[in-house]
């Protein structure tokens, strides 16, 4: 056996510990996440009947966090059974959660975005407005009632730009388009369908999950150590312990994994987005959602 050989086998099972190490790490964050959904997770609106907006951006990044972690639950069965392609297309969605949570956290006067203007397209109180040409204007919607007329939808991109984490866009200019090559089809990411030959498609091919896992990982500590800021939590000390531990194996495996060029910028962007969020686990007085008593 040649020292390269030796190096091979190695990094392989360097790789295959780490994939571990991101599976158990991730079942852990997933049982935090539960939690803090099972003690915290009240619609306070519909209980207080308060639909003020401090009520209603509390109710509505309780459900994306609770979303994110249903879907975190089933991307850690995915992964289990080696099935990276589907896990990284349900990583979009949680992905998608925590940018609206950090957006709506940061611009807590759009809520009606999200919440009134989806609700009252659903209920006919709201309408999209149609052009001279009979074009529906998918941008505006009109108020039946009052005629008013306003602007509708928030981008990813508009999302992303408003985030109070300056490489978050850094690395969702890679991350989001990777991930979303397995949510559509698409023949960019064809060859993990194929078999090692490239001749024949292979529902056995999982390549991918170890990038899976990480990116799995990684988005799940970004949701985590946003939920700091939800309320006053007794898991406080848990919450960091997870978010650090998991962000050393983030770390290892930007440190042991080659990436091709289209992905190059990806592990520096990476290594100074963990560094924000080191910042942020570090922080010690915070603003919630609502003010506690």
């Not at 049982?31 to 009240?42: A, D, H, P």
């Not at 109710?59 to 994306?64: A, K, L, R, T």
Request: glycine content about 4%.
């Amino acid at each position: 056996m040649t020292n390269t050989d030796s190096s091979n086998i190695r990094q392989k099972t360097a790789l295959l510990r780490l994939l571990t190490a991101f599976k158990r790490r991730l079942n852990e964050q997933i049982n935090l996440c539960q939690s803090i959904v099972f003690e915290y997770g009240t619609v306070d609106a519909i209980m207080d009947n308060d639909f003020s907006q401090e009520y209603v951006v509390h109710d509505y990044i309780f459900y994306c966090f609770t979303k994110a972690c249903k879907s975190l639950m089933a991307v850690s069965i995915l992964l289990e059974n080696k099935l990276p392609e589907d896990a990284m297309s349900l990583l979009r969605s949680v992905y998608e959660n925590y940018l609206h949570i950090i957006y709506v956290i940061e611009n807590p006067e759009n809520i009606d975005d999200f919440v009134h203007k989806k609700i009252g397209l659903y209920t006919g109180r709201l309408q999209h407005p149609v052009s001279q040409k009979g074009r529906k204007l998918s941008n505006q919607v009109i108020d039946t009632e009052t005629g008013e007329t306003l602007s509708y939808g928030v981008g990813i991109s508009t999302l992303v730009s408003r985030s109070k984490y300056k490489y978050d866009q850094a690395v969702h200019t890679i991350m989001f388009p990777f991930l979303s090559e397995h949510t559509h089809p698409n023949m960019v990411a064809s060859g993990n369908y194929r078999e090692d030959d490239d001749i024949h498609y292979s529902y056995w091919q999982a390549s991918n999950t170890l990038q899976a896992g990480f990116f799995a990982l990684y988005i799940s500590t970004l949701i985590l150590s946003e939920s700091l800021t939800f309320e006053a939590l007794i898991e406080v000390k848990e919450i960091k312990y997870e978010c650090r531990q998991s962000m050393k194996l983030c770390k290892r495996f930007l440190t042991l994994m080659e990436f091709p060029n289209q992905f190059d910028s990806l592990p520096n962007d990476i290594q100074n987005r963990l560094t924000e969020l080191a910042d942020h686990l570090s922080r010690r007085e915070r603003c919630y959602l609502k003010p506690y008593t």
